[in-house]
């Protein structure tokens, strides 16, 4: 069996292609600490090993999957909002992760984690299969440009890699404020076998399919964007 070093290889070598840049930014002294001292607490730490959740959480519970949580004020929102289930955030900017530390310790939430890495990397190597209940992907960058639409999140393999980690019954749920990526979501939809689209909306913010507003849903609609929510079911085979 290959050691992790030489599995982490093996992922760089087969990632060539991602789906984010990842911006140091500004960070806050707060935020700094934050991830120094609330990282014990909250943090997950990358590893290409499937996660034992019940351990992490200290409890069996439903459990959702967000992926790019931004600021962390809608992930927070929904894990206060729903104690009864596990809330596991992944995002790659530290400021934004920082920040959902600060709210987590503020609201003293019991039910989070987040995790500080490439969200499709985690979701490969460290979800176990058939373990998450709901994956959120909430305002993914649209990479607009043509030549660029192959660093789009969404893609048939992602698809096929959320449909494997999601437990039987399972839901999809994605948001975007970009209606070029949302004619590319729904042609990626009509040929993918994994899910199929339960509901899907198009609005002017005023009927999100059961989310919170999310801050990049804030700055689209100020550009006088339309949003496109989808919830996909995973199909059982």
């Known amino acids: 069996m290959p050691d992790r070093k030489q599995l982490i290889n093996s992922m760089r070598e087969e ?22 001292d609330l990282w014990p607490r909250f943090g997950v730490d990358w590893s290409p090993r499937p996660l034992d959740l019940d351990g992490l959480f200290g409890r069996s519970a439903p459990r959702v999957l967000e992926i790019g949580f931004g600021n962390g004020e809608s992930l927070i929102e929904q894990a206060a909002a729903y104690p009864e289930s596990d809330f596991l955030g992944i995002e790659v900017h530290e400021p934004g992760a920082g920040h959902c530390l600060l709210l987590a310790d503020q609201s003293k939430l019991t039910n989070l984690r987040i995790a500080l890495h490439d969200a499709q990397e985690v979701l490969q190597w460290q979800i176990p299969d058939g373990s998450i209940h709901r994956i959120n992907l909430y305002f993914p960058d649209p990479w607009p440009k043509k030549r660029h639409h192959k660093r789009r999140i969404l893609q048939p393999d992602f698809l096929e890699s959320a449909a494997r980690k999601l437990a039987p019954g399972g839901s999809l749920h994605i948001a975007t404020d ?40 804030k700055r689209g609609l100020g550009k006088g964007h339309r949003i496109w929510d989808w919830r996909l079911e995973k199909i059982s085979h």
């Open 15 to 36: 990632r060539t292609i991602r789906s984010f840049v990842k911006r140091s930014g500004r960070i806050t002294r707060a935020q700094k600490a934050a991830l120094s």
């Open 178 to 217: 970009w209606e070029n990526y949302a004619l590319h979501i729904d042609q990626l939809l009509a040929a993918d076998p994994h899910f199929r689209v339960a509901e899907r909306r198009e609005h002017s913010g005023d009927n999100a399919l059961d989310r919170p507003m999310t801050k990049f849903e």
